[in-house]
């Protein structure tokens, strides 16, 4: 990369580090705190757990990165989409499906919901409107649908997707890792990446460019959806079953994981690899604080707290590098 | 009824920001219950003065004088309080209030006592003197019209006892009915004893209302004339005087190519009669039109950012779909608009990025955008745009808003289209700049393209093109080869069509 006809990049280049270092920085200081204050926070087994849960939430995030990028804020049905998704994907596996079939069933369901909402924002809906509707419509039909009662799949025969360990690590961690290597190679090498970030950084003129907002909309929220989806088959096939709780709190997680990351809330800014830091970072928090025995709402009180930090934090920076 | 004595005084009024001097030791005056209209081309100071005596700006030297005492504005309210009163040009009432909310917003002494109906009483014989006595004070201002909100914002002024009330370009964005109404609430202002300072591009307004005209070109102030002494054509020398040469490029002696464009009967709703017009490949085509003349719309609709409700676009002979930008594109067709910062530009990307932005498909194989092809395209379109070369890869909000015209023009050259509309191709851009991208227009067509501006600028319009097309109020007035105008003509066109002057 540093052939004699390349263009320099004048001074974007030192500053465009701020914020990654940012992200890193609050993991190390993160890191830091729970091998000070609590021994078994650094330890193998517990890495495991911590990757394993933020494999989840990492999934989730990734995804919903791209609607956040595209200027469409948040999805606050990820949450409803991934427990419907392991519901389905366990009724499926009782009624004697063929594994592959089920994920393929599952697949589709979530991508009528994820094209749905896109499709409504397209046409102009508030995607934070639409999503806490459409979350509603499908807590609802989940919760009347199943008798509020857990599905069972009655078989092992998928139990191997949520709970194997390649090369010692668990399948969900690839995942993860994977997801989140292929969104962000495709936001900063493909054609698709970049009309997202257009869009998002400023619609209209994306519109005179010929980019068509809306069509983004409608694959923005369908990868989200899809995101959602990988994780609920996750869940139900390693506890073999699906319940409406599981993803209880996956919404603000996954915003969390968002934010700290750094993509910025109008749109037109951020990256997939920062978000899945973003990810680590949360489930790491939420990890060392149940080993430090803090109640649920405790929990919930410093997760919000990173959210507002990090918000602020990365408004200032914002604010004072376009003043610079 | 204009006493001798004037109400507002203004002397040696000298304003720069940075190397331009906006104001050049400018004198400007009003008489008690005066009409006085301030014209000039764009550029010429008007607003900064208009905003000096907002008390937007200080001015750099000069004094001002009001009633015959020396006064100083160093904010908004303290011109407020002299009674100095604007009219704002983008409007600045809050829609989901109501009218007489609007009235009293911001009013400090009206005491406690807000309830809508008490509101409402007060507000009464204030739309009366706009000539709203009929609407309801409480309802809201998003059901009004431009005109009525316009009025409405008049009447907030009048709460304040404004004794001066400037009107900048009032009617810009009104229809012919509503331009009427405004200007009999202006007479009838005029008649309770206020003094009006008449901002407009409009010269027959001049004439209708003013009693008098000041005339500011560059920077400097000419005294003020009665409008019953001067003609039409003598107003526009003064407006003109003479012209900056060296800021346009030769035209070069290529003779235009085969029809690249073709625009046939085309209507919308902001036109008023259907439009014609033809490009040809390595021709410049400048439609000259005030705001809301049509001219910027035209482009628009071309673009396939209006809808049509009939006529027809055609490109290199085939047609193009209607109303979709993407299919405008395709089919070759660019457009940079008037309003950069909307819809113009990538403020928080980097000016690569902006850059290649309308040409993916040409940066990208089989969706892969390749880097090395983004480079090599936005450092052609740098070195032809002479934009610096060093700062591709920073924010395109970074760079000046000359820069930043050149990146929201230049782009659409990445993709070579067959026509480039462009509507205000200097807006908001220093003089050097705009000589650049004069020059560059003329050397893209020169490249085979076919260029549509369209500009309320007319020393712009005479300066670059080789066809020149007059709008007036939605409507196209002329088409005529270079040759076959001039600045008088011209301007008595886009101002002042229906006239048998010459």
């Known amino acids: 990369m540093t052939g004699s006809g390349r263009v320099p990049t004048g001074g974007a280049r030192p500053r465009s580090m701020i914020v990654p270092l940012a992200v890193v920085g609050a993991l190390v200081v993160l890191g830091v705190i729970g091998w000070v204050t609590t021994p078994e926070f650094i330890t193998y087994r517990n890495?495991?757990?911590?990757?394993?849960?933020?494999?989840?939430?990492?999934?989730?995030?990734?995804?919903?990165?791209?609607?956040?990028?595209?200027?469409?804020?948040?999805?606050?049905?990820?949450?409803?989409?991934a427990a419907m998704s392991a519901i389905g994907f366990a009724a499926f596996m009782s009624w004697g499906w063929p594994v592959w079939s089920a994920v393929l069933a599952v697949i589709l369901l979530a991508s009528v919901v994820g094209v749905l909402q896109g499709g409504a924002v397209a046409l102009g809906g508030n995607p934070i409107v639409v999503t806490l509707a459409v979350g509603a419509v499908l807590f609802g039909l989940a919760a009347w649908l199943t008798d509020n009662k857990t599905v069972r799949t009655g078989t092992y025969a998928a139990e191997w997707i949520g709970t194997s360990r390649p090369l010692g690590i668990p399948t969900q961690t690839w995942a993860f890792v994977l997801i989140a290597l292929l969104t962000a190679v495709m936001l900063t090498r493909t054609r698709f990446g970049r009309e997202v970030t257009l869009v998002g950084a400023n619609r209209w003129a994306a519109a005179t460019v010929g980019i068509r907002p809306g069509r983004i909309a409608v694959y923005v929220f369908w990868v989200s959806a899809l995101g959602a989806a990988l994780a609920g088959i996750f869940t139900a096939a390693q506890f073999s079953q699906g319940r409406l709780d599981h993803f209880d709190g996956a919404d603000i997680d996954a915003i969390a994981a968002i934010l700290v990351g750094g993509a910025a809330i109008q749109g037109g800014e951020g990256s997939a690899l920062r978000t899945a830091v973003g990810a680590v970072f949360i489930a790491g928090l939420q990890n060392l604080m149940v080993l430090r025995g803090f109640s649920y709402g405790v929990r919930v009180f410093f997760v919000g707290l990173a959210i507002l930090v990090s918000v602020s934090a990365y408004t200032l920076l914002r604010n004072r590098r376009r003043l610079a | 009824m204009t006493s001798g004595a004037p109400l507002l005084e203004m002397r040696s009024i000298s304003k720069s920001f940075g190397s331009i001097r906006a104001l050049d030791q400018v004198d400007f005056e009003v008489r008690h219950g005066e009409v006085m209209a301030l014209v000039g081309e764009n550029g010429a100071g008007k607003s900064t003065l208009v905003k000096i005596l907002a008390g937007m700006y200080a001015p750099d030297s000069g004094e001002i004088e009001l009633a015959g005492r020396a006064v100083e504005f160093s904010g908004a309210s303290q011109s407020e309080h002299a009674g100095i009163a604007v009219v704002q040009q983008e409007l600045s009432l809050v829609p989901t209030l109501s009218i007489a909310d609007n009235i009293f917003l911001g009013d400090t002494k009206r005491g406690w006592n807000t309830a809508p109906r008490v509101l409402a009483l007060a507000a009464m014989p204030f739309l009366a003197q706009v000539g709203l006595e009929n609407l309801d004070p409480r309802g809201r201002v998003e059901r009004l019209t431009v005109a009525e909100r316009q009025l409405i914002e008049v009447a907030r002024l009048l709460a304040r006892d404004a004794r001066v009330l400037i009107f900048d370009e009032p009617t810009a964005a009104l229809a012919d009915r509503e331009i009427e109404r405004v200007k009999s609430v202006v007479q009838s202002l005029q008649y309770q004893g206020r003094s009006i300072i008449y901002v407009t591009h409009r010269l027959d307004e001049v004439f209708d209302l003013a009693d008098r005209v000041t005339v500011f070109r560059d920077g400097r102030s000419n005294p003020p004339v009665s409008t019953g002494d001067i003609t039409l054509d003598a107003l526009i020398s003064m407006m003109l005087g003479g012209s900056l040469a060296a800021l346009f490029p030769d035209r070069g002696g290529g003779r235009p190519g085969e029809v690249v464009l073709e625009v046939s009967d085309l209507l919308t709703d902001r036109l008023s009669t259907p439009v014609s017009l033809e490009v040809r490949a390595g021709e410049i085509v400048g439609l000259a039109g005030q705001l809301g003349s049509g001219a910027g719309d035209t482009l628009r609709a071309v673009a396939g950012h209006e809808t049509l409700l009939s006529g027809s676009v055609t490109v290199a002979g085939r047609a193009v779909r209607a109303n979709s930008p993407a299919a405008a594109i395709r089919s070759g067709v660019g457009y940079s608009s008037s309003d950069r910062k909307r819809d113009g530009i990538f403020l928080q990307r980097p000016v690569v990025e902006n850059l290649t932005s309308p040409s993916l498909g040409l940066v990208s194989t089989a969706g892969w955008l390749s880097r090395r092809a983004e480079r090599r395209m936005s450092d052609r379109i740098a070195r032809v745009?002479?934009?610096?070369?060093?700062?591709?890869?920073?924010?395109?909000?970074?760079?000046?808003?000359?820069?930043?015209?050149?990146?929201?023009?230049?782009?659409?050259?990445?993709?070579?289209?067959?026509?480039?509309?462009?509507?205000e191709p200097t807006r908001g851009v220093d003089v050097g700049a705009r000589a650049e991208?004069?020059?560059?227009?003329?050397?893209?067509?020169?490249?085979?393209?076919?260029?549509?501006?369209?500009?309320?600028?007319?020393?712009?319009?005479?300066?670059?093109?080789?066809t020149v097309a007059a709008f007036f109020r939605g409507a196209q007035v002329s088409v005529r080869a270079r040759e076959d105008t001039d600045s008088r003509l011209l301007t008595r066109e886009i101002t002042h069509p229906r006239t048998d002057g010459s």
């Open chain 2, 437 to 466: 991208i004069y020059s560059h227009l003329r050397s893209i067509a020169g490249d085979g393209m076919g260029i549509v501006f369209a500009s309320s600028d007319t020393q712009e319009v005479l300066g670059i093109s080789d």
């Open chain 2, 385 to 423: 745009f002479t934009i610096d070369r060093a700062r591709l890869g920073s924010m395109a909000g970074a760079l000046s808003g000359g820069n930043q015209q050149k990146v929201a023009v230049g782009k659409w050259t990445g993709s070579r289209p067959r026509v480039l509309l462009v509507d």
């Open chain 1, 47 to 81: 890495f495991l757990n911590i990757i394993r849960a933020a494999a989840l939430i990492g999934i989730i995030a990734v995804t919903m990165t791209l609607i956040t990028i595209a200027g469409s804020f948040f999805s606050l049905s990820v949450s409803q989409t």
